[in-house]
Structure formats: C-alpha cells, structure tokens
C-alpha cells in the first residue's frame, strides 16, 4: 500500500505479487478505485498476484487519490497520471487490465505510450452506442460529490471536463480507427449493457492481435485462466 505524491496530485496504489507487472484500471466509472474489484465478476488482484506483479490504484479524485478538477482536463490528464506512477515505480514495460472505464484509460495509453505496454486485457469497455446521456448522468452524480469536497469548482468547469469525456466517439479516448490500428495484442471480455455495448468490445476485437471472449462472467475460475495463459504467453516480449 502506498501514496504517490505528484505535484498536487496524491495517488493510491497497492502491490501484489511478483514478476512481469500489470498494471489495473478499476472499473466503476469516475469513481474507478481498487474496492470495486472486490465486486467484479472475478478480481484480477486475487487472481494474478500468484503470477505477476499486480498494480492495482485508485484514480484521481476516486478511492483515496485526490487532485484538483481544471476544464481542460481530459483523457491525457488520467494518461499522465498513469505514466507518472509507472516512472516512480521503475516500471518500464507492463501489461495492463482495464475494466469499465478502464479501456478508456487503457486505450490512451496505448496511444500515448505504446512502448510500455506489453500487452492488454480490455473488460467490458465503455464506449458509445446511443448511450452518451447515461455517461452524462453517470459524470454529473460524481461532479456533484466533487464539488462539496473541492468547493471553488463551478458548473462551467465541470461541464468542459465532461465535454472532454464523453464527447467523444467509441471508447470515448479513441476513435474506431484508432484502436483498429493498435498493433498489441488483445483479450476482450465483451460488454453487454447499457455502459459496456456489446457492439464495442466486438468493434475493439476486430483489431489486428485481439481475442474475444464472449461469456466470460459465466465461469470466473476459467476467464482467470485465460487472462493468466494470455498474459504468461506474451510476458516474454
């Protein structure tokens, strides 16, 4: 267990386990912090941790981790964060494992930094699919919390930073052509409702190193396998 300190950002994380590390993005939108793996359909922290070196962190302004909120804050803004905590761990390469939002998060920092990317699980990625209003009332519930810790936070700033979001196409932090062109390899654990489209995590399995697997709530002893026999055959890279 740990905190961060990165100029004015404090970021939480935790260590398990040894070996290639892999770096997790919680699911549980703008409020993706470690305990909401504790609720998934299986929890990558107790399963991997025999295998790797697991990361598992709250981001900012979820869990224990705080920041201030600016209206030009965006994807890179959670990248840079990301990359922030990698550098102070020593970490050069990883994998990564993003739930819910966290292909978001995994996304961008694919485009931003590929090169420290081994390879990627995708889980139930977010993504647009006549769905946009539900990620602005998921953003405006979290805003509203931000705004009675961070007082001086206006409506105006928060609406830009929300704007920055999700008004954006596919994972909302690349376009389709984008993740198409991502030469990593792959596993995606398809989405099904409202917040994870189905039509997205097929659309994310038709880049060129990608593995779909469709009912992976159905056996959580299995999907872990998988995860693990994916992750072990490209831990070599």
């Not at 305990?35 to 697991?54: K, R």
């Not at 189905?198 to 880049?207: C, H, N, P, Q």
């Not at 959580?220 to 998988?226: D, K, R």
Request: hydrophobic share 40%; with cysteine.
């Amino acid at each position: 267990m740990g905190h961060f300190q990165a100029g004015d950002v404090t970021l939480h994380y935790e260590i398990y386990g040894e070996g290639t590390p892999v770096l997790l993005f919680a699911p549980g939108g703008m409020r993706s912090a470690i305990s909401f793996w504790d609720s998934s359909p299986w929890n990558p922290i107790t399963a991997l941790a025999s295998d790797f070196q697991v990361i598992a962190m709250d981001q900012r302004n979820a869990g224990t981790s705080l920041a201030p909120i600016e209206a030009d804050h965006n994807w890179d803004t959670y990248t840079d964060d990301h990359l922030a905590l990698l550098d102070h761990l020593q970490v050069e390469r990883c994998h990564i494992l993003g739930g819910c939002i966290g292909g978001a998060f995994a996304f961008n920092l694919l485009k931003r930094a590929p090169e420290r990317v081994i390879a990627a699980v995708i889980q139930q990625s977010i993504g647009l699919d006549n769905n946009r209003q539900a990620f602005y009332d998921m953003f405006d519930g979290w805003a509203s919390e931000q705004q009675l810790n961070q007082p001086p936070l206006t409506k105006a700033i928060l609406r830009q930073f929300r704007s920055n979001l999700y008004d954006q196409d596919f994972v909302f932090s690349a376009t389709e052509a984008e993740v198409l062109s991502c030469q990593h390899p792959l596993l995606v654990l398809m989405g099904q409702d409202l917040y994870h489209p189905e039509s997205i995590s097929r659309g994310i399995s038709a880049a060129p190193q990608a593995v779909l697997i469709e009912d992976w709530k159905d056996d959580p002893g299995a999907t872990a396998g998988q995860v693990i026999g994916f992750l072990k055959s490209h831990s070599h890279i």
